[in-house]
């Protein structure tokens, strides 16, 4: 159930305030412009979602207008594919915080091509490699999985932004045939790819990524279906690797500012988990060098400096 | 105050069957041989203390028995130096994971002499080198803070260590000089290094070393005592880089498995931060591959599912 | 004309000595076997020929049998891009030594996807698409430049190298898919690759291939046929790269001990230059760690002493 | 012998054509500036000597003015460790190529702190360590023994040159003190690092350093005196890895374009060996992104063009 329309709650009073402070700002960042279908964004979107264990939501700006999730798919993707490998998936890619991205490839081969972990490109086509060879249609698997979780039908994947990926995919095709190399990529190539672009071109509103990841706040149960997605140990894993992990080359900077495990993608979208509270998504497409939204980063800093939220 | 002798608490009844698993296990590991000093320490102690915010302590084993604490100090270096520095302290060293450790001078290069953090020894030395110009005598400072954390005035250094240490540093030299050739050395290295080596050889109990890190449990106040030894919002910023970077390269597996702020030494002590709840320390000298106590982790590790301590 | 037969020569007598001296050796070394074609070779091959520029042969052993010159046709591949794009070539492949070997890939990252020679695969594979693009059938173009230099119809390649390196070519894929990234290749990797596959898959014997390469031990003009293959700057400039990256991470060490330019294939070739004078061919499957033929590297080592051929 | 004063030679008239078409061309490049003695050299500075075979030396421009030899040195530290270790110096310093300067210090690290090769700084300071050790007082063997090759008494040492490294070399100690965490060196690194920065600081003009260096161009013989320095072996020797290391990340390019053993130093001296006929040098102060003259480049070029020299 989403929260009360017609009356603000103090949660939304409080959104909006920091909504307010984002959009006063100077501007600053850019939007992503590796591919075209990204690059015309209205950089200008701003909005925020809190869905809690109540199973309430609270939103302010444009919290409910679907954008490109990316590199947030990659949460997704691990949790689907936990489920279906068990700890076998951990030979495979490891849970090691990666280091600066500068010798992400080297890294690579100096490990035999194993990924340092799965939000890392080379870590999340390893995933992708296990959904493709697991599934028939692991395409249809991994969409019809983020529709449960998120309990709407209408999500859909940007076909511009899939088509898109895959013309300028050639940096993820350099990292998976490296993998092959070393036996560590089972499907063809040209599958994985496939799968991984089409699970980058989903498009989610922030207050149904906020809903759809629940059941990592909640030791694994779904907050408004009781549905169990995943063992409370495996929840406890995923932001273990978020929190060293998830925000590129600013994981540290956020754990040390922010302290909640999370994870962001070049369109623009954080979302931040709290355990035991909710979960957090902020969406702006202007991004900071590391990739990273900077009014989502300025706007989740501040509501949890506010709320008292950093697990450390 | 400690916990009532004569009578064992039900948790020192769990640390006690805790310790036994432990001992229970096949022997694997070695005992750290860099240098004599540390080589020649009995391998099969081991001991487990836990501090709580109440002011007890339980442990079982070779609790009071002092080891050589090692990277363990970087902790207490790191707080000092936050104290004395306030935020500039951050131009100097950053507070992102490392990755992988072969390459830690290579990244030095690349990131212009600033180390990646402060537990890893590029960043420990950048610390001592605040402490060294801050202070007219920072060993004694370093060896006073640490003597009024843990509210005992018979804390000491190993001398052999200590030497030791100055006698096989050329790694470090070799760190030190290069961040210097970048002007990230104020001091001398000689002295710098000299400060460094010194605070590794400080020897502690677990039962001391746990009662002395309570403050980073408790928002920066030393159960104890009520001294605030640092702020709420440094201890979060500490406690978030304990979490990405104080297991050296198992900082991933164990935020996975144990999902507690933690640092580890090579004199094979480990403490692990419990907010709102206590600090942890264990020890036993047999080290792993990646230089983390073996008996330390597996008691750690035990502890904290039995007690569903993980933060996130 | 070949040497008189019959009568054997001074030259030959040498050859039959150096021959038999490498055959007295312990065994050392294995057969390349990362593809099944090629570990299929009868390892105690052994054959030596020297091409003189006054148009004869000299050869002793295994000589006349046809092996798989693999990299020896990076040399093919180079001087017929050479002739067909000038010095723009040198915008998208470097001239400098690589250094070792398992940095490979971050250094074309590091240099934005130009390879720092073309005597290494990334290198050779950008020279490969220099001719799929410049070509419309840049496989037969090879073939027949081959041919031609060597003046023999009968050179093949051997279908199931071909086909096996097609297999095993990940890593060769990962290379190109990265440089590709950095906009460093214009045709179709499929293509590319294609074709640098079916160049390292040409069979030649040591007489053929010493043949064939006369022309860079005499400025540029062809000992048999006076065709002028190359400029006399561009001969020199071919083995001057020879010289600094032909024999993979033992090029210092063979100018250092030997002092020719030459090159070196893991199909147990080697080929070196003596300008002014002719070219060397020794061919023994065995291969050292560094991926050079262990008699062909004694060999040519022993008759470059004896001659005192060193360009130095 | 010098040439006949008075009336020019055709040597001496192609060298300052030479000379005057370099100074003709649009200024580039820097001096030098790591150290304030360097910089403060006349940046218009040019000249250029021949020392042939015969005994007489062709010159044009500043050929007789004094300036800091640096990396040159590296020739003498060499030949004099070969003569006094023979080949147990091979062990201690590799003979490959080292790639971009950018990895080297990770490229020590892999390699176990044995260097690529003694002309890059790490491989120079292992051979300043072996004359160390090797000497009561090596600093006056060294002088003494260029004394000797360039059969002249008043070559000196520029002391602000001398102080001013020694105060600017964290990065040099960086180097020895890694090297040293590997044994390999053995005498104190202080002590090492004086010897190193000594030798940097000779003072040669061009007439003297191309005929000091006669006997790489002669097997090993002083052409002047008759006195053999080396082997002819270890002359080739020299001669190669000056060929394929002896231009920092240029090496490749001048063995390409000009194809000549060769040294460069930071003070803007060059000397190049051409096996049979003599030795060059050329010198002016200003820089380019490598660190080798660029006049002095063009000058070499120009005259090896012009003489047919390339060894290829």
Not at 46 to 71: K, Y
Not at 151 to 156: A, G, L, R, T
Not at 252 to 265: C, H, Q, R, W
């Amino acid at each position: 159930m989403d929260a009360t329309p017609g009356r603000p709650s103090n949660q939304e009073l409080m959104l909006e305030e920091i909504l307010s402070d984002a959009l006063n700002q100077p501007v600053s960042g850019e939007v992503a412009n590796y591919i075209p279908a990204l690059a015309m964004v209205n950089p200008n979107h701003c909005g925020i979602a809190i869905a809690t264990l109540d199973g309430e939501v609270h939103t302010a700006g444009d919290a409910d207008i679907p954008f490109s999730i990316q590199s947030v798919s990659k949460i997704f993707g691990l949790v689907l594919a936990m489920g279906r490998m068990g700890d076998d998936l951990w030979h495979r890619v490891h849970m090691e915080p990666s280091g600066h991205a500068f010798n992400s490839i080297v890294q690579l081969e100096w490990e035999h091509g194993i990924p340092r972990n799965p939000f890392i490109n080379a870590g999340a086509i390893v995933v992708a490699d296990t959904l493709t060879s697991h599934y028939s249609a692991s395409k249809a698997a991994m969409v019809n999985f983020v529709r449960s979780l998120a309990n709407k039908d209408d999500i859909h994947i940007n076909q511009d932004v899939y088509q898109s990926e895959k013309i300028h995919g050639n940096r993820n095709a350099a990292l998976a045939y490296l993998m092959k190399s070393f036996a560590n990529i089972e499907s063809e190539v040209e599958d994985v790819l496939d799968h991984y672009f089409f699970q980058c071109s989903i498009e989610m509103s922030c207050r149904n990524l906020a809903r759809s990841l629940g059941f990592l706040a909640n030791r694994g149960m779904q907050p408004g279906t009781g549905d169990q997605i995943c063992t409370r140990r495996d929840a406890h894993r995923v932001n273990a690797i978020l929190s060293t992990s998830g925000m590129y080359d600013q994981s540290g900077e956020f754990a040390f500012t922010v302290g909640l495990p999370a994870k962001s993608g070049v369109g623009g979208g954080i979302v931040a988990v709290v355990p035991n509270y909710g979960v957090i998504c902020a969406w702006s497409p202007r991004l900071n060098q590391f990739g990273n939204s900077c009014l989502g980063m300025s706007m989740i800093t501040r509501l949890a400096e506010k709320l008292g939220l950093s697990v450390y």
